[in-house]
């Protein structure tokens, strides 16, 4: 059983969910308009090992059906070029999510994104995100949320170089994923498959590896 959070998320997120086994090519306005960052993701889906839901814009239904019936294993390869967004990547990795956070204490403040000295990352969120600060006021580490509805938000996080291996970003990770569950979200987690160091980030904060997929095709 999903956690309802979870079920309600992915029928958002993605415009359907569950579905019966097998793949299965539904319809988004989502994929049509602009995500939390103000750009497109055209092309989204979830994969539990039994079920997939690949997300996609009205109008690139037909099309993305016949390529998965023609060449399933050239699907993903094919789907920036099929959703008309040639240009994009493809992303791949696993699709995380936790309802029992690690219980590691708390290590960053939270803070508006406008403030000074944040990475270019940071500031793309419209709500407060949080963050490391050196004694001298200088940045180390942060983490923000994505809030893509009322029921799923996804986290991300990112470290100087100088400040890796400290345990910071799986504290902040936790931290962010309390707050996600205290607003009445369930917290999620991507990362591309050979991120060795973000799977032991999530690991150690309590987002195990479930088996899921996530792929879809984003902008550079």
């Not at 949320?145 to 345990?167: N, S, T, W």
Request: aromatic fraction near 8%; charged fraction near 25%; hydrophobic fraction near 45%.
């Amino acid at each position: 059983m999903l956690d309802r959070r979870l079920h309600l998320h992915l029928a958002s997120w993605l415009g359907q969910w569950p579905a019966g086994p097998g793949l299965h090519v539904v319809a988004s306005q989502r994929r049509a308009k602009p995500a939390w960052d103000g750009r497109l993701r055209p092309a989204l889906a979830v994969d539990t090992g039994r079920s997939a839901v690949l997300s996609v814009a009205p109008d690139r239904v037909a099309a993305i059906r016949a390529l998965a019936r023609r060449t399933p294993n050239r699907l993903l390869a094919a789907l920036p070029e099929a959703v008309g967004r040639p240009e994009f990547c493809v992303h791949d990795g696993p699709f995380r999510w936790s309802v029992a956070p690690a219980p590691l204490p708390d290590v960053g403040e939270w803070t508006e994104p406008t403030a000074a000295g944040l990475p270019p990352w940071l500031r793309l969120f419209d709500r407060p995100v949080l963050v490391v600060r050196a004694p001298d006021g200088a940045y180390l580490a942060g983490a923000g949320i994505k809030r893509h509805d009322a029921y799923g938000h996804e986290l991300a996080v990112g470290a100087v170089p100088a400040a890796q291996g400290r345990g910071l970003a799986r504290r902040l990770v936790a931290q962010a994923a309390r707050r996600v569950l205290d607003e009445g979200a369930v917290p999620t987690y991507l990362h591309e498959r050979d991120n060795h160091a973000s799977a032991r980030v999530a690991e150690a904060a309590g987002f195990p590896d479930r088996g899921w997929r996530a792929y879809g095709v984003y902008p550079r």
